[in-house]
């Protein structure tokens, strides 16, 4: 009733996945964007909150020459319909489907804006702190959503975490500090909720570059 879901975190050596504020930073290093262009390529859709697009004004294709066409779906959890239509990810609409998930209150104006721009509503419910997640991902396996790659932010993962929705977890631990001013990984959650607990299982590490990459599936 709902789809695979694998989450990406690219994760600084103090635990965090980007700045609260300013200049957009790229935690990991060039070998693990790379792996993220195939993990894009093999995904129906990928999720990110509307926090991430605020910050980082994301595109979400793929990004190898001669195969942006193997973009996947692009998603964004939206409470209040937030998405500019001057982002990336609006601007791209045209050409790439994307899916604003919001909820039933959603102020019309704002769903109507992104509308007119290609852009495809989906309203659900609402649980604590936000779009009902669960509620989601029912709707996405609805229309056909098969394997969803869950890109960010922190809160996001927390929420699937949280809620026993994660079947992956792929972490790219980088050698960069972000410091004080950073994002933590899992919304002030510790990163041992994966690592450590009995419900992942480690399966894959390797090194990209100067990255560190490990996968973990459902164990139970």
Not at 98 to 105: A, D, F, G, K, R
Not at 107 to 134: K, M, N, Q, W, Y
Not at 163 to 178: C, I, K, Q, T, Y
């Amino acid at each position: 009733g709902r789809p695979h879901v694998t989450l990406k975190l690219a994760v600084s050596a103090d635990g965090m996945i980007g700045r609260q504020t300013g200049e957009r930073m790229l935690v990991s290093g060039r070998e693990a964007f790379a792996r993220l262009q195939t993990m894009r390529i093999e995904a129906d859709a990928t999720l990110i909150g509307i926090g991430t697009s605020l910050v980082d004004d994301p595109s979400l294709t793929v990004r190898v020459p001669g195969l942006r066409a193997h973009s996947p779906i692009r998603i964004v959890l939206d409470t209040q319909a937030r998405l500019s239509p001057k982002s990336s990810l609006v601007r791209g609409a045209a050409d790439t489907a994307l899916w604003v998930v919001c909820s039933n209150e959603a102020p019309l104006a704002h769903r109507e804006a992104l509308l007119a721009h290609g852009v495809e509503i989906l309203p659900v419910g609402t649980g604590s702190g936000g779009i009902d997640i669960e509620a989601a991902m029912r709707l996405l396996a609805e229309r056909g959503v098969t394997r969803l790659l869950a890109e960010g932010g922190a809160r996001v993962a927390a929420s699937l975490l949280g809620r026993g929705l994660l079947d992956e977890v792929v972490l790219f631990h980088a050698p960069v500090v972000v410091g004080p001013d950073g994002v933590r990984a899992l919304a002030g959650g510790a990163l041992s909720a994966i690592e450590r607990s009995p419900r992942f299982r480690r399966v894959e590490e390797a090194r990209l570059g100067e990255d560190r990459m490990v996968r973990y599936e459902r164990a139970v």
